[in-house]
């Protein structure tokens, strides 16, 4: 298993480079299937789900048949009980950009997970890397205590973070005791740092009106249901599923873990994982509204429109810039 110490250096994507981000159900990855087929690109997926194999419903991941048209990288990385984080997602994402590249392609970074995006372009913090004994005493503890350890040591971490998530929590508590220092003075400099490559990649963040937009999650979420994530849940929990903290966050799966175990409904759990899918395209997007040099379009109902308001935006932004065409295999 290929691992990377979480450091404070920032990593170079090249130039031409175009990073689609939005909500869940947005429309961003037929965006970047529709792009990657006319400017001979290939896609890189920015989502901390689709790198385990077996989570293939739910977390949407492409279909084999745009994966054969279209190369896909960083999906189906590593098995379901494995770690994976933003530090071995940024050196597997930084060799893909290089590979592609080097191939006379445009990469296309594309999915909705912010820590990753932010990880790629601006480094990582100087926190250590995780310790399991340590790790296995604090996931014991009732969260309640971590929160109040976490208050203690560390006020501006307990401010910020999300309250909830355990799994964040405990990372927080863990740095601290390993370091004898605030888990926020450890983190790197975002709002401050450039990024060491001087001619930044096109960055785009797409949305819709909010009725649309939920309406498709609603949609989209029924048709997983349709397609089988009961099945695909049940077989992941014989692989280990309930193991991996990380992988159960993905919803969709842990309510259905829960449906399984008798906690309610399968109806109440439809709707419970469209509320939950609802309130994460919420998370998103106040995340990248924290974001600089990234441009929010909204989509309309003609996809060839969405595309040309992309276009139109990178061109403008690289006029000045090494131009290519999609004979040249590489884009804007």
């Known amino acids: 298993m290929v691992s990377v110490p979480e450091t404070g250096c920032t990593f170079s994507l090249p130039a031409n480079a175009l990073l689609i981000a939005g909500p869940t159900a947005v429309g961003k990855s037929e965006i970047a299937l529709r792009i990657a087929r006319e400017w001979r690109a290939e896609i890189v997926s920015v989502d901390s789900m689709q790198v385990y194999r077996g989570l293939d419903i739910g977390t949407a991941k492409p279909s084999e048949e745009q994966r054969r048209e279209v190369p896909h990288h960083l999906i189906d990385v590593v098995n379901i009980t494995e770690p994976f984080d933003a530090a071995r997602f940024v050196l597997l994402a930084q060799k893909a950009a290089h590979d592609i590249h080097e191939r006379g392609r445009l990469p296309i970074f594309c999915g909705g997970t912010g820590l990753y995006f932010k990880a790629l372009l601006s480094g990582l913090g100087g926190t250590p890397p995780g310790n399991d004994v340590l790790r296995a005493q604090l996931e014991r503890r009732p969260l309640a205590e971590l929160l109040l350890e976490l208050a203690n040591c560390d006020p501006v971490t307990y401010d910020r973070i999300d309250q909830k998530n355990r799994r964040r929590i405990i990372r927080a508590v863990e ?51 349709r397609a089988g994530l009961v099945a695909e849940t049940e077989a992941l929990l014989k692989c280990g599923l309930t193991d991996n903290r990380t992988a159960m966050q993905a919803i969709g799966y842990r309510q259905v873990v829960e449906y399984l175990q008798g906690e309610r409904s399968l109806v109440d759990t439809i709707e419970l994982v469209k509320s939950r899918t609802r309130q994460f395209a919420k998370r998103q997007m106040t995340w990248f509204r924290k974001e600089r040099g990234v441009k929010w379009i909204k989509l309309g109902d003609d996809i060839k429109t969405d595309i040309e308001q992309i276009r139109f935006y990178a061109t403008a932004r690289k006029k000045n810039r090494l131009s290519y065409g999609p004979k040249d295999g590489i884009i804007l």
């Not at 060491?196 to 029924?222: A, C, G, K, M």
């Open 175 to 225: 740095v601290i005791r390993l370091t004898g220092k605030a888990y926020s003075a450890q983190k790197a400099d975002w709002e401050q740092s450039p990024t060491e490559f001087s001619r930044e990649p096109t960055f785009v963040y797409l949305t819709r009106d909010t009725p649309e937009l939920h309406q498709r999650i609603n949609s989209r979420v029924e048709d997983m249901f």
